[in-house]
Every structure is written in C-alpha cells, then in structure tokens.
C-alpha cells in the first residue's frame, strides 16, 4: 500500500498499536525485574524500531536512554552483521562507546521475523520479500530494544566505579554478544555473566525480565503486521516519520535563528580536583539546530568522559522539549538536528577512556538551556538544581552474607521560566518518567535508615519567580558498609536569569556533627553503624528582580514552607 493512500483513521490504530506494545514491554519489565533501579526508579529505555532501524515507538524510561538506543542499536546490528541474526535471537550490548552509556547500562536487542509461510514456493518468495536478511528464516519486519541499569558486572568495585582511569576497570564488555541464539539461551554467555558478577542472581533476574519485555514486544509487532499487512505498516511508519519530520522542520524555522554560547564547570573526575570545562555553542540557522561542545575539555583521567552516542541523546532531550514536546517520539523528529564534539574531547569519549560516571550529561542538558536562554529567554528555564544528585550503600546482608548495592538519585528544584516558579522538589529534567528509590525500600534492603526527609526552606533561587526547592535528607547507618556520593555540581552555584538569584549549590555531608565532618562530592566513604550523613540539594534558579514578586505569592511562600519570614523580609521586601 502505497503511503499516499494511508487513510487517517488507520495511521492512528497502527501508530497507537505501536506505542502501546513499547508500553507492554515497560510493563513487563517492570513486574518481572529484580532490581529496584529498574522496577522503583524505572532506570530504563525502550525502543521499537522498523527494518531500516527508525525509531517507531517508545515507551516512558530514562529520557536520554531512550535516545541512545538509537545510536547503540545500530552499532549492535552493524557488528554482528543482519546475515547473523535469526528468528529468537537475543543480543547483549554494552560496550561504552557503541552503547552510548556507562558499562552497566546494559542495551539487548532483538530482530523481528514474521514467521516463514510454508512450502518451498512461499518460503522462497519470503525470503526475497525480505532482501536476503534472516536466510529464509522469515521476513524481517523490525527491531526491538531494551536498555536498563544492571547494578554489578565485574567491575573493579561494587556498586558504581567513582575512579577508574580506563574501560577496564568499569566491568566485563559485549560488544554484541548473542545471549539467546534462534530461541535458546547461549549458557556460555550466561555462566560468563555469574561468574563475573558480585550480585549474579540480581544480574540474571534483570537480563531475564529483560528478554520477558522483548517477547511482549516481539508478539505485538508480527501481530501487528499479520493483521493490517506488512505493506500497510510500512506505510503507516513512513507518514508517521514523515509527519514528525514536517512537525520538527516547522518548529525549528520558528525559533529565534542565531548563534549563542555557554559554560559551565563539573567539580571533578573523580582523579584529580582540578574542575573541567564544559562549553557549548548552539546554532539555530538554515532548517538546522546544531549543537557544538567544541572549546570543552579535552578528555579526562576520570570516568566523566561522554561517549558521542551519549552526547547526541542529551542534545535529543533538549532539541525535542523545545520543538515538539507534546508528540508521541519518532525518527522524524530528529532530522534538523545536528551535534557535534572532537574525537577524544569529553563529549566523544575514545578507547580506552572511562566513562562510568556520566553525570556530565546531566550538566550539559542545563548548559545547553543556558545557551538558548540568550537567544530565546522566553522558552528556556533557570538552571534546575544543576545536577542529579545520587547516592548509593554498599554493604553486606548480615542475615543473608549476599552483597547489596541500592541507590537512589535525590530530587531538586527546578528553573524558574518567564512566567511561572519552578516546581520542587522533584526529578532533575533529564530523567523524565524516572522517580525516587522509596525510603521503605532503601530502609530495607540496605543499612540506611532516614531520620529526616524534608524540603529545604529557602533553597530556591529567589526571583520574580522562585526557584523550587531542593530536599534535605539525613541519614543514619545501622550496619557497616559503603556510602557512594556520585555528584558533579558542588562547588558552583546553579544559574539564574535575568536579574533572579541563584540558590546555594548541592551538598553532600558526611560524618555530620562529628569532629570527622566534612563536604564532599562524588566520594566512597566506608560507614559503621551510628555515622551519619546529610543531603542537602539544590533548588533551581531564579527568574526575574525579586523585588517584583508579588507580595501574596510570598505571603503563600512563607505559609507553605518554601521561604521563611526572614527572607521574605531580606530579599523580597515583605514583613509578615
């Protein structure tokens, strides 16, 4: 069928169709994972694909992990080669600079066949359908992808590698290794993930629920297409990336056309102190959006070092909120963007360069926001808390003797924008449909118990419109292990904009109330029972002279906990 004649109606079943089994996956993953990053804080991608690898569908997850599939999924097919895959093959991929993520981040992906009709007349025209791919297995109608967070493969510490120096110490690398071959599980590749695992029944779990979601998927796409026909979905996804395309190309000619530039400093590698230089120069001109990280760091020592595919998801998230945000995600929705960054600079991470902590996507989602804040003010928010903060425990059952290692990434407050406050505390906007790890299961599957877990009063940057607030969260340990800080905006204050104030950077404090007490960032810090540490995050930035608040909206400010009377009076002229 050709695409011109794809009736409306039947664009929005089959699109639908194809959103939905993204969804059944997530839902299945969700139910059947052993991992709380995965089922509490859904530290996950998941991606459709058709034949020619174009992102069709996807279903809630990590925003910048769902970008990234893109750019693993084609280096996993171009590795293993289209002539190797099968009907019911699983394939393992996370080596950092083809997966677009640390080594943890562990991407499988399937092909989809449609079942080989039978008799050899049939079989033979399939296989010519099907360009040769799949050797007469079927025709080859798409592609799904799964990436989710694994929490131990052998790297040279538990839990997250905060100061390595090369891939080698981040863990056990699969450059597209075939877990599950025509069907059957490949047992040497399983033993291999055991054996090199400090939490293999974990680990195991999750690369199973993994598979699970895959066949939902799978099941979904042939459905799919035996239903309303391979030739009708074909053209339906050809409108769909088509009208996503035209949607993009639209938005981008009414953006401010212009060129604007932007810094900003991570703390640390992790190696050194030494801070490291992020800048980023955004051009919007000519039907493109390009983003260029030239004049940034050279590669560092530590594990904060981009791989490209990284780079270019977090660039996706920015392009996408500021164009199209309301529409269901396609590959047309990317076609004006350009990114670029050196070979071997901080944004394009080489071999063997260690990218475990990839924190330095976060910051520079909010560098580029602060790049289009020059041109386009009215579109672009103060700085969110500058950073996601999270922490992890390491430690030893002592009713069980099994390693744990549970983590949580903590909220902060959000930018104010030009016309409203920022809201507080919450999930850093990079992470999308991501959440919290509740208290109730980090109390019970680590030796963290929370004494306090409040809003911090007075974090947000004040401005005609406030910044929201960051979360305080104390903790005190009740058995011993590790404490992980993973952190890369301490030292500098996230930013405002025009003429608003910026709030009092992240915190991390550990031994509190001690004579041992001391600020880190991104630190393992070994704990008994008794010692204590203090999160403090940041609140986001203020927009606008403070001195034009209205004077209610501090008056409710004040009642509801977000600015005491003191800084009512001090800054915003208001005595209650």
Not at 377 to 387: H, L
Request: include cysteine; proline fraction near 6%; hydrophobic fraction near 40%.
């Amino acid at each position: 069928m050709a695409e011109s004649t794809v009736d409306g109606a039947t664009v929005e079943v089959i699109g639908s169709y194809l959103t939905s089994a993204a969804e059944e996956m997530r839902v299945t993953l969700v139910r059947t994972a052993f991992n709380p990053v995965i089922y509490e804080v859904h530290d996950f991608g998941i991606s459709v694909y058709d034949r020619h690898l174009r992102l069709v569908a996807e279903s809630t997850g990590l925003s910048r992990f769902l970008g990234a599939n893109d750019y693993s999924l084609a280096k996993g097919v171009a590795y293993v080669g289209r002539e190797n895959l099968h009907p019911g093959d699983v394939v393992l991929l996370n080596y950092p600079y083809w997966n677009a993520a640390h080594t943890y981040d562990a991407t499988l992906f399937a092909p989809v066949f449609l079942p080989a009709p039978a008799g050899p007349a049939a079989a033979a025209a399939a296989a010519a359908a099907a360009d040769g791919d799949g050797d007469g297995d079927g025709e080859l109608v798409g592609f799904l992808c799964i990436r989710a967070h694994w929490m131990d493969l052998g790297a040279k510490d538990p839990g997250y590698v905060l100061d390595s120096t090369d891939m080698h110490q981040e863990g056990v690398i699969f450059p597209g290794t075939k877990v599950v071959s025509r069907g059957e599980p490949v047992r040497e590749i399983h033993e291999l993930i055991r054996f090199n695992s400090r939490m293999p029944d974990a680990v195991l779990g999750d690369l199973h629920a993994q598979i699970a979601a895959l066949r939902t998927g799978e099941r979904r796409l042939v459905e799919v297409h035996r239903r309303h026909g391979t030739a009708t979905v074909d053209a339906v996804v050809e409108r769909l990336i088509a009208t996503a395309a035209d949607s993009a190309a639209e938005a981008v000619a009414a953006l401010p056309q212009g060129t604007w530039s932007a810094e900003d400093w991570l703390d640390d590698d992790g190696v050194t102190s030494d801070p490291i230089l992020m800048r980023v120069t955004v051009t919007v001109a000519d039907g493109t959006f390009t983003v260029d990280f030239a004049g940034s760091s050279p590669a560092v020592p530590g594990p904060v070092n981009l791989p490209f595919g990284a780079t270019i998801a977090t660039c996706r998230v920015a392009f996408k909120a500021i164009t199209t945000p309301t529409e269901q995600t396609n590959a047309g929705h990317f076609a004006p963007l350009r990114v670029r960054a050196e070979p071997g600079s901080l944004f394009h991470a080489e071999y063997p360069a260690a990218t475990f902590t990839q924190w330095t996507g976060t910051v520079a989602l909010e560098l580029i926001y602060k790049a289009l804040a020059q041109g386009m003010p009215e579109r672009s928010p103060a700085s969110s808390g500058g950073d996601v903060p999270g922490f992890m425990m390491v430690g030893v059952d002592p009713e069980t003797g099994r390693i744990f290692a549970v983590s949580n990434n903590d909220p902060v407050g959000w930018g104010a924008t030009a016309d409203h406050d920022g809201i507080g505390p919450a999930n850093h906007l990079c992470q999308t449909q991501a959440r919290n790890t509740p208290v109730e299961v980090l109390e019970a599957k680590t030796g963290m118990f929370f004494e306090r877990v409040e809003i911090r009063v007075d974090s947000g940057g004040a401005g005609r419109f406030r910044g929201g607030c960051g979360l305080r969260r104390d903790i005190r340990f009740v058995s011993s292990g590790e404490f992980l800080s993973v952190i890369k905006k301490t030292r500098s204050a996230p930013w405002a904009l025009a003429g608003g104030l910026s709030p009092e950077p992240n915190q991390v404090v550990v031994f509190a109330g001690t004579g041992r007490e001391a600020r880190v960032s991104t630190c393992r810090t070994g704990v008994v029972a008794g010692d204590r540490v203090s999160l403090l995050t940041a609140g986001g930035g203020g927009h606008g002279d403070p001195g034009l608040r209205d004077p209610e909206a501090v008056r409710r400010d004040v009642a509801e906990g977000y600015v005491s009377a003191q800084a009512a009076r001090d800054i915003y002229g208001v005595i209650l």
